[in-house]
Structure formats: C-alpha cells, structure tokens
C-alpha cells in the first residue's frame, strides 16, 4: 500500500498471495454463493453516478452491514486496488481498475459494432438519443449509445440504467422474451423492484402486442415526462443473450407519428440486420 497526494492506493508493483478459488464439487453447483465475496461486491456496488466519496458509515446505511464489517471490507478494496482512501475527509471512491470489469463485457459484444453505424446514422437524422441495452435485474443498463445533435442535453450514457418495467428499452427486451421467460421475468419483478406498483401491467402487455404486430413498441412519455421514445428487442443470434434498443427525444422534436412511420420500422431493419450479420 502507497500514500499518494493524501490518498491511500495499492501499489501497483505489490504481488499478493490470494487463495485459489475453490471448485464446485459434483452435485454442488447450486450451492450458496461465498457469503464474504457476496459483502465485498455489494460495498463496491454502492458508489453510483454522481456520489461524492462516501465515509465507511454512508456505507454501512446503504449496505444495512455492520461498520466494523464495513471497514474490514474497504481497508481489503484499498489493498486490492478497486478503492482509494482520503485520508483527510476519511472517504473512500473508486479507482480505475474497476472500468477493467466493464471493458472486458463490453469488448466482447459484438452487436455494439455491427449497430453503431446505423445507430449513429438515426441519431444525427433525427437529433436523437438511440441506445441499446441489457437487461440488469429490474433495470436496463446502457451497453452502447449514440447521441444526435438537439438543444436539449442527453443525461444517459453507457453504464446508465432504467426501469426495465417503465421503459420502452425495457418493454422491448419483454416483449422478445418467450411466454415461460417473460412470466418469469414478470415474476422476478414484482418481488425485486421496490417500485412495482407503479407500473402498469396492462402497458407491458401492450407494448408486446405492439411488437408482435410492427415489430416496435412505443412509449409517449412512460418512464420519462415529455420524451417519446420506440423500441425493439435484438437478438444477437439464436439462443443468445437478448437485448432492447430504442430510439427517443423530447415529444416537441420527435411526434408519434415519426415513432411510427419512421423510427419504429428503422429500428426493426437495425435489429434484424444484427440477427441476419451473425447467421451470414
């Protein structure tokens, strides 16, 4: 460990000596996860967009763990390199040997490449936001996006996530679901989104009719006021991961009628030029 300009960092030159992994044994795979590795991620996973450095008790409140347990974890993220300490304001944040895990999943999709041109082609067009993205528990988490020229600022970029139940990206990736994964997923919802009672299943179940007979759905401002939004689910080739890409603006730039007639059937050509590419 090196102090720095006041702030604590693992040196970069240090070679640990960290235990191997532990094999799952025949007939164990569905064995619970290592409860120590589950705490440590979940302290990693409390820094969001925007946060100032947070104290080891900001931490605790967010994790419900206790402070001591807190302060083991953090003093170990230092020493790994996924932290950094201010030693003056005792806050932690974190470093850039986080964004290895990112570019690493990012890298290996392929799809994000085979559509940012056409993507990038419909946001100039029409001074838009078009994003693809995966599905991450309740949400949707932006893998790619591309951003058209407009007076209004775009606040979402990769790494940003939304409601996968208030959403057109999301009711696009439901909407490709088959009946027994989008029951399931539908179930996982209601018992992990604190938010459920928000949405409105009837929306949901409208928007995949709408997939079903056009191939998009549309959102006239469902997740956010005065943005209307299309989207369609990508499926990069059969049985992979499945995805949900859309196109949005501000309702006074985009009407529902473009959505229709020219967005929604642009975004329908982009997803099965993806699919069409991968079986060629």
Request: hydrophobic fraction near 40%.
């Amino acid at each position: 460990i090196i102090a720095q300009n006041g702030f604590i960092f693992r040196n970069t030159e240090y070679t640990g000596l960290m235990s191997r992994p532990r094999r799952a044994l025949p007939g164990q795979e569905n064995a619970p996860v290592i409860g120590s590795l589950a705490r440590g991620l979940e302290v990693l996973g409390v820094f969001r967009p925007g946060d100032p450095p947070l104290r080891n008790q900001e931490i605790a409140r967010r994790t419900g763990l206790p402070p001591s347990s807190v302060s083991r974890f953090t003093n170990s993220l230092v020493a790994l390199g996924y932290l950094a300490y201010d030693m003056a304001a005792q806050t932690y944040c974190l470093t850039p040997s986080v964004l290895r895990f990112g570019q690493a999943y990012l890298s290996g999709l392929p799809q994000r490449y085979r559509l940012r041109p056409g993507m990038s082609s419909l946001a100039d067009q029409f001074g838009a936001a078009v994003a693809l993205g995966a599905r991450n528990g309740a949400d949707m988490i932006y893998v790619e996006c591309c951003k058209g020229q407009s007076p209004v600022q775009f606040r979402f970029d990769v790494g940003s996530t939304i409601p996968l139940a208030r959403s057109a990206m999301g009711w696009g990736y439901l909407a490709g679901l088959d009946e027994p994964a989008f029951e399931q997923a539908m179930d996982n919802l209601k018992k992990t989104d604190r938010d459920a009672a928000r949405f409105d299943q009837k929306k949901i179940e409208k928007a995949r009719e709408e997939v079903r007979v056009r191939g998009f759905c549309i959102s006239m401002g469902a997740f956010e006021s005065g943005v209307h939004t299309a989207g369609v689910p990508v499926l990069a080739r059969p049985g992979c991961v499945l995805y949900g890409l859309t196109c949005g603006a501000p309702a006074y730039h985009l009407s529902e009628e473009q959505l229709v007639t020219e967005i929604g059937p642009r975004l329908v050509w982009l997803a099965r030029s993806v699919l069409e590419q991968a079986l060629a």
